[in-house]
């Protein structure tokens, strides 16, 4: 089945009793039972929804996998994996990463007694460097947030299979549209499917897509036990989300392209992040393990002040200064005081992140009408 038609059917079932061609939003805490242990496979919400399961379903699909779990956010997705672990572990991860994981790791789990080594991900030498005996999981971004650099997903997949390792893969910023990390052999897939899965900007919920059985059940317990589990509305909103999804990322590709074109050209415009350029240091592998470039990039003005960085953005109209990324509206984002202010400054300017730096998600407006109010914001 080809991937347009993946998004507009997966998980759709006509509904049962009626017939409705859109899952319902089966609003219930709890089910009947026809006797104590006989039930129609549902017990209580927090375990099972029938809205849930045909989102899990479609999860499952859409990124090639066998198993789907819908978490409340991101972040419950990536504390549930890092929940297989156990004090004494240690993960790889990428030094460029979201500010929301960064704290998770370093503020939650860490003083829980799991080690976090963050390494250049981009560099498979340095990955195998890091693994030590206490290694049980390596954690990667690609393209990372904020700074694009691209992780080559393959060479992480034989790297954990050889030192008998799980790898997982925030996909967030490709989508399943652009990269599929179970078909290059990563283990786990995370989304944030706040973003480009609900792709409206009307939702917060995550999601972890799996082959493996085991691991799959071992995940679900985590998600039943410690119940971060999404509401049926949510669920309702990123299974409506999904069926646009493939038309959506075009769109944010070819805008994306347009900008980032565009920018490079401008002459107050010092450097853009974005993996489409022939001479990214990750185009290859990114060409290699991805359908496009996507719709986010960074980029940093000649004139290097925080100053400078806050006029633009506070002068754009279309773009709008917020948080998030993915959905259909364009935004922009400072993410040294928003989405990374939760790294440490010294973290950030070694890692490349500099306190001048600006982050676009380009959404499906006209691209002309963006370029001009980038144009107009920057002088």
């Given at each position: ?64 996998g ?27 991860c ?40 206490k ?50 052999g ?10 480009y899965?609900g ?7 995550g ?26 509305m ?42 489409g ?48 990324l ?13 989405t ?10 070694k ?8 982050r ?20």
């Amino acid at each position: 089945m080809k991937s347009a038609t993946k998004y507009v059917h997966a998980g759709a079932h006509p509904d049962p009793a009626t017939g409705a061609i859109m899952t319902p939003v089966y609003q219930t805490s709890t089910y009947v039972q026809e006797a104590p242990g006989v039930n129609k496979g549902f017990e209580y919400a927090r375990s099972q929804n029938p809205t849930r399961k045909a989102l899990e379903e479609a999860l499952a699909v859409i990124e090639n996998g066998r198993f789907g779990l819908a978490f409340s956010s991101g972040v419950a997705a990536t504390d549930a994996v890092i929940k297989l672990l156990n004090s004494g572990d240690e993960v790889i991860c990428g030094k460029d990463m979201y500010g929301g994981t960064y704290r998770l790791f370093t503020q939650v789990f860490a003083r829980l007694g799991i080690g976090f080594r963050f390494t250049d991900t981009t560099n498979p030498q340095a990955v195998r460097a890091a693994i030590t005996e206490k290694t049980k999981l390596i954690w990667i971004e690609t393209p990372t947030n904020p700074l694009m650099s691209i992780t080559d997903i393959s060479a992480m997949a034989d790297i954990a299979k050889e030192k008998k390792l799980w790898l997982a893969v925030d996909n967030t910023f490709a989508s399943p549209a652009l990269q599929n990390p179970l078909d290059l052999g990563a283990d786990i897939v995370m989304h944030s499917s706040t973003k480009y899965l609900g792709g409206h900007s009307d939702v917060i919920q995550g999601a972890l897509v799996m082959n493996d059985e085991a691991l799959r059940d071992k995940l679900y317990f985590i998600q039943k036990s410690c119940g971060a589990v999404p509401g049926p509305m949510d669920c309702f909103l990123v299974l409506r989300g999904i069926k646009t999804l493939g038309l959506r990322m075009k769109a944010h590709c070819e805008n994306g392209k347009a900008i980032a074109e565009w920018l490079r050209r401008h002459p107050k415009v010092a450097k853009v992040y974005w993996p489409g350029f022939e001479d990214h240091p990750g185009h290859a592998v990114a060409k290699k393990q991805m359908k496009d470039f996507g719709g986010m990039l960074s980029f940093e003005l000649k004139n290097d002040s925080v100053e400078e960085a806050r006029r633009v953005l506070c002068a754009t109209k279309l773009f709008a200064l917020a948080e998030s990324l993915g959905g259909v509206e364009s935004l922009i984002n400072h993410p040294a005081s928003m989405t990374h202010a939760s790294i440490p400054r010294e973290e950030r300017l070694k890692n490349g992140l500099s306190d001048s730096l600006i982050r676009l998600s380009i959404g499906i407006e006209d691209a002309e009408d963006l370029i001009e109010d980038l144009r107009q914001a920057i002088g």
